[in-house]
C-alpha cells in the first residue's frame, strides 16, 4: 500500500515591518506565492485521497460481495456428538455418517450441545445451530392420528375411489387376499389433475376408512437449505410413519422433487435430485404388503420425472380430474348438507352453469351464496344467493387467477 504523502509544512516568512514599502509588497507578494503553492500542493493529497477512500470502497465492497457468497454457499448438515472442553466438539456428518473433531466459534459455543442438528461447512467448523429435529418435523409434516373425511363427503369422482380404495385400503385392511392370489399390491399410487379436485380429501378419507395415521408433507418443505437436510426430512417421514403405521403417507407437490431434470446443473437441482432419490430409495426397501402406503399427487404430471413411475415407486397412476355436470351437483349438495338452503334451489341448474369448476370452487360458491344471504339479513339461502355468488366468482376470475384449473395442468 502507498504511504500518505507528508503534509507540506506551513509557509512561514519574517517580514520585517521597517522595510521600505515596496519591498515589503514584494515580501508579501512572495509569502503569497508560497501559500498558493502550499495550497495547490494540498488540494492534490486532498484529490489523491479521495481517489484512495475510492479504491478502498471498492475493496471493501468486493470483500463483502466475497463475504456473502461465503456465508451462502452450501452447508452440510450434522448432528452434535459430544462436546468437549477448549471450545472442541465432535460431530457426526449426515449422509456419510464421519465423525469428525471440530471447532465452535466462541458466538455459538454456549448454544451447542450434544444431539443438535448443525450446519458445519467445508473444513466442519460449525456454522449455525438448526432448530431441533422433532419441531423440523413437526414443522414440515401434518400428522392427523384419525382424519374425519370420509368417501361420503367426496362427490363426483366414483371411479377414483374405487380406485385408490383398490390400491391402497385393500392392501392394507386384506393384506391376505394379496398373499394368497400372490400379488403386489401397488407400491405407490399417484394422483394427479388440477387442483382442488378433492385428491387430499381422497387420501384422508382411506385413512379414515383404514383408522391409520395420516401424515402429509408438502413436496414444497422437502426442498431444503442445507446438503443433506431434504433427504434426512424423507428418512423422518419414513420413519415416523413406521413408527405409527397404519399409515398413509401423503406427499403433495411431489412435482417439487420430481420434476424433469433442466439442463440447469446447479447444485440446488443435485439436492433436489438427492432428495427424490432417497424417495425412491425407501420405497424401494418398503415392504410392499406392509402397513405403510403412499399415496402422491401433483397438478404438473407433465412435468414429472418419469424414474418415479417405475415399477415398484408410483406405479399406481389416477387421474383426478374436474367434475362432470352430475358431480358438481354432487357436490353443491354435499357442501350445502349443513347449510338452510331453500326448497326452490336447483341444484342441477347451478351444475349447469358451472362448467369447468373444481370441488375446492363449487365448495367457495356454497359459502359466497351464504354470504349473500348474511348481507340481505336472511337465515335462508336461495337460488338467487347462488346465482348473485356466481357471478362476483366469474367477475373476480376475470380480472383475477382465470380458473385455477387449466392453468398448470393442461
Ligand atoms: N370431489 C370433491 N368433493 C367434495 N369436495 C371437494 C371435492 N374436491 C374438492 N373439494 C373441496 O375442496 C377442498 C380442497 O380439496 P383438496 O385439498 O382435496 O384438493 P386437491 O386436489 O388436493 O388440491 P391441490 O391439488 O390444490 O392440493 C376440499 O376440502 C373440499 O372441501
Known amino acids: 500500500m502507498s504511504r500518505s504523502p507528508s503534509i507540506p509544512d506551513r509557509p512561514h516568512r519574517d517580514i520585517d515591518p521597517d522595510l521600505p514599502d515596496d519591498e515589503r509588497l514584494e515580501a508579501l507578494r512572495g509569502h503569497l506565492q508560497d501559500l498558493v503553492d502550499v495550497n495547490e500542493q494540498l488540494s492534490e493529497q486532498l484529490e489523491e485521497a479521495d481517489e484512495r477512500r475510492e479504491r478502498l470502497r471498492d475493496r471493501v465492497d468486493r470483500v463483502e460481495r466475497e463475504n456473502e457468497t461465503l456465508k451462502s454457499s452450501s452447508l452440510y448438515i450434522a448432528t452434535v456428538e459430544d462436546v468437549l472442553e477448549d471450545e472442541e466438539v465432535i460431530v457426526k456428518q449426515h449422509g456419510n455418517n464421519q465423525e469428525v473433531l471440530t471447532d465452535v466459534s466462541p458466538r455459538i459455543v454456549e448454544e451447542v450441545e450434544p444431539g ?70 401397488p407400491s405407490g399410487v399417484l394422483l394427479y389433475g388440477p387442483p382442488g379436485t378433492g385428491k387430499t380429501m381422497l387420501a384422508k378419507a382411506v385413512a379414515n376408512e383404514t383408522d391409520a395415521t395420516f401424515i402429509k408433507m408438502a413436496g414444497s418443505e422437502l426442498v431444503r437449505k442445507f446438503i443433506g437436510e431434504g433427504s434426512r426430512l424423507v428418512r423422518d417421514l419414513f420413519e415416523m410413519a413406521r413408527e405409527r403405521q397404519p399409515a398413509i403417507i401423503f406427499i403433495d407437490e411431489i412435482d417439487a422433487i420430481a420434476t424433469r431434470r433442466t439442463e440447469s446443473k446447479t447444485s ?141 395442468y393442461q
Open 116 to 185: 443438535d442438528r448443525v450446519a458445519v461447512n467445508d473444513s466442519f467448523a460449525i456454522q449455525t445451530v438448526l432448530s431441533t429435529e422433532t419441531d423440523a418435523r413437526a414443522q414440515s409434516m401434518e400428522i392427523t392420528e384419525k382424519p374425519t373425511v370420509t368417501y361420503a363427503d367426496i362427490g363426483g369422482i366414483d371411479e377414483q375411489v374405487r380406485e385408490v380404495r383398490e390400491a391402497v385400503e385393500q392392501p392394507l385392511a386384506e393384506p391376505e387376499l394379496f398373499d394368497e392370489v400372490g400379488i403386489e399390491p
Open 268 to 408: 440446488g437441482d443435485a439436492e433436489v435430485q438427492r432428495t427424490m432419490m432417497q424417495l425412491l430409495s425407501e420405497m424401494d426397501g418398503f415392504e410392499a404388503r406392509g402397513e405403510v402406503r403412499i399415496i402422491a399427487a401433483t397438478n404438473r404430471f407433465d412435468m414429472l420425472d418419469r424414474a418415479i413411475l417405475r415399477p415398484g415407486r408410483f406405479d399406481r397412476l389416477i387421474e383426478v380430474p374436474n367434475p362432470d355436470r352430475d358431480g358438481r351437483e354432487q357436490i353443491l349438495e354435499i357442501h350445502t348438507r349443513g347449510m338452510n338452503v331453500a326448497d326452490e334451489v336447483d341444484f342441477a341448474d347451478l351444475a349447469d352453469d358451472t362448467e369447468d369448476y373444481s370441488g375446492a370452487e363449487i365448495e367457495s360458491l356454497a359459502t359466497e351464496a351464504g354470504m349473500f344471504a348474511i348481507r340481505n339479513d336472511r337465515n335462508e339461502v336461495t337460488h338467487q344467493d347462488f346465482v348473485d355468488a356466481l357471478e362476483k366468482i366469474e367477475k373476480d376470475d376475470s380480472s383475477d387467477v382465470i380458473s385455477s384449473a387449466g392453468y398448470f
